[in-house]
């Protein structure tokens, strides 16, 4: 890794060793035509920056010192190779138990976002987490925001995750979905009693991880198509796993 771009790892929020062992865990397809315009580590960076900042492609080209075309690709090809090392920082021991909640995710492809209570055009994403430590278990993602967090969780690969798990915390907003333990409800009204405030502090795990999450800034403004989205996603929660295993080996 070169001194310049050594020094642009700290656009990505994550480290030098951080780098060198996504790099490990890469490996390189056979490729025809001309080679890329910078080595493996260095486009990690750049795609790692694109997640963290947000910035556009003309700017990460010119930070970069590369075209735009080659910056674009560099992305294109790199969020999706990321996004499938996710399973291999996820830890499903029963032990733990795992809250879900859902976040909406301001998109400007608006074939797929809808128009959402953040007065934005935004697309829904369900978040399984780990409640002792905020690991990502799996994510879920891509449809319009307007509709309830239970229609997003059904039907998903969240809910049999869930059913298998058996301990997986959830607000009233998943209100007669078996498989989460939700608040009591008595005349359509959450019952607030002592079991409703255990069962608030438990859930409230749920909010820091997508916090955490929302730290990437492409989940705050998602310029790429939304088809995209369900990548940008679980690439985001890999990245934000890896920060946590190793700063708890």
Avoid at 167 to 189: C, K, M, N, Q, S
Avoid at 207 to 218: G, P, T
Wanted: proline share 5%; charged share 25%.
């Amino acid at each position: 890794m070169t001194p310049t771009v050594r020094r642009l790892v700290v656009l990505t929020g994550l480290t030098v060793p951080h780098i060198h062992h996504i790099a490990g865990e890469l490996t390189e397809p056979a490729r025809q035509g001309r080679p890329w315009a910078l080595p493996l580590p260095a486009r990690i960076v750049l795609c790692c920056a694109a997640l963290r900042t947000s910035l556009t492609v003309r700017q990460l080209a010119a930070v970069f010192g590369i075209s735009k075309s080659q910056a674009h690709r560099i992305i294109t090809d790199l969020t999706p190779r990321l996004a499938g090392l996710l399973g291999s920082t996820v830890d499903a021991d029963r032990r733990f138990s795992w809250t879900v909640d859902g976040t909406l995710i301001p998109t400007r492809d608006k074939t797929t976002a809808g128009r959402s209570k953040n007065y934005r055009y935004s697309t829904n994403a369900q978040i399984l987490s780990r409640r002792a430590d905020l690991l990502v278990v799996a994510v879920h993602g891509g449809g319009p925001g307007h509709r309830n967090d239970a229609i997003h969780f059904r039907g998903s690969g969240l809910q049999q995750r869930c059913v298998e798990h058996g301990r997986v915390y959830a607000d009233g907003g998943y209100r007669g979905i078996t498989e989460l333990h939700t608040p009591a409800f008595a005349g359509g009204r959450i019952v607030r009693d002592a079991a409703w405030r255990r069962h608030r502090r438990r859930r409230a795990r749920a909010e820091h991880c997508i916090a955490r999450l929302k730290d990437w800034q492409v989940l705050r403004d998602h310029r790429r198509r939304g088809r995209h989205l369900p990548d940008t996603l679980q690439a985001v929660a890999y990245l934000h796993n890896l920060r946590i295993l190793t700063a708890h080996p």
